[in-house]
């Protein structure tokens, strides 16, 4: 993606290798987002004025709330397609679950919280998969540490719950989708304070 040298370090993700690094190169079916390499420059202001306000914003955010509670369960939220393109995780035509929650195997927050999730979705009748194909990437991996009770967790939602991927629209099972992430979120919030109650 650079059009000059990078002036600064450089340490690849293990997401650069299909395109879906910081400055993602491709769309999921593979077509390039840009028509042209970008300057390090151009790079740079980006980070300065979007990535790091957002992460330092972030970042403040779940301290507050770990000071004032002792806890933090961040929750990162993205959308997948229904079935992965040739740059998808696992490669093209695989069929993806209704919900896919990462949890980086188990070491971005409590196992128990990634299964009161899994159970929950379940219960709402959803497919649900753990760590396949997506584990959680740098989100979750900058904001957890459950050893400290700072648990992060993402979830993955695949568009055919909600979209018409073709008309770019709500679909039909908008409403439903949306009544069902409430009561997710609600039963979260119950998770957090039960623990919380337990704690030493």
């Known amino acids: 993606m650079l059009a000059d040298p990078w002036?600064?370090?450089?340490?690849?993700?293990?997401?650069?290798?299909?395109?879906?690094?910081?400055?993602?190169?491709?769309?999921?079916?593979?077509?390039p987002i840009y028509g042209r390499r970008?300057?390090?420059?151009?790079?740079?202001?980006?980070i300065e004025r979007m990535h790091a306000p957002y992460?330092?914003?972030?970042?403040?955010?779940i301290d507050t709330a770990h000071n004032r509670f002792g806890a933090v369960y961040h929750v990162n939220c993205h959308s997948m397609n229904a079935v992965s393109g040739k740059m998808g995780e696992g490669g093209a035509g695989k069929r993806r679950a209704d919900f896919v929650l990462g949890d980086r195997d188990?070491?971005?927050?409590?196992?128990?919280?990634t299964q009161f999730v899994r159970t929950t979705l379940s219960g709402f009748g959803y497919e649900v998969r753990i760590n396949d194909p997506y584990k959680g990437v740098e989100l979750v991996k900058a904001y957890s540490n459950p050893a400290a009770r700072r648990?992060?967790?993402?979830?993955?939602?695949?568009?055919?719950?909600?979209?018409?991927?073709?008309?770019?629209?709500?679909?039909?099972g908008y409403a439903a989708l949306?009544?069902?992430?409430?009561?997710?979120?609600?039963?979260?919030?119950?998770?957090?304070?039960?623990a919380a109650r337990r704690a030493p």
Do not use: M
């Not at 009544?179 to 039960?194: C, F, G, K, V």
């Open 151 to 172: 648990h992060s967790l993402q979830i993955e939602i695949n568009k055919r719950l909600y979209l018409d991927e073709d008309a770019r629209s709500k679909s039909a």
């Open 178 to 194: 949306r009544a069902n992430l409430t009561r997710l979120i609600e039963s979260i919030r119950d998770y957090a304070l039960a």
């Open 7 to 31: 002036p600064h370090e450089y340490v690849p993700s293990g997401k650069a290798r299909i395109g879906k690094a910081l400055i993602w190169r491709t769309l999921d079916d593979g077509r």
């Open 55 to 61: 992460h330092a914003a972030l970042r403040e955010l």
């Open 38 to 46: 970008l300057r390090a420059e151009e790079i740079t202001t980006r």
């Open 106 to 113: 188990g070491t971005s927050c409590d196992p128990q919280f």
